[in-house]
């Protein structure tokens, strides 16, 4: 999750360059932001689920470890 912003803000520019948009410097960030706030309740809500209470860092690892397993089972990779 400590490079959550930095690869956000590199899926933004890729979104933004795929589809031939300007995005102005207030909508990168409000569109950082949610992503940010969305990040930070899954990892917190996560924790919560596993009996871990504020610990981001697990809260993080699971969350998206459960989030690539749901895309593989979707796309049935497995």
């Keep these: 999750a400590s490079n959550a912003g930095g690869v956000a803000c590199s899926g933004l520019e890729m979104s933004q360059n795929s589809i031939r948009a300007s995005w ?20 917190y809500e ?11 860092a697990m809260g993080a690892n699971i969350a998206g470890f459960v989030k690539v ?5 979707a796309q049935g990779v497995i």
Excluded: F
């Excluded at 102005?24 to 990892?43: G, N, Y």
């Excluded at 397993?69 to 089972?73: G, P």
């Design 24 to 43: 102005t410097r207030a909508e990168v960030d409000e569109k950082l932001h949610h992503i940010m706030r969305e990040i930070h309740r899954r990892a």
């Design 46 to 56: 996560t924790s919560v689920e596993y009996g871990q209470p504020g610990n981001y």
């Design 69 to 73: 397993a749901e895309a593989m089972l």
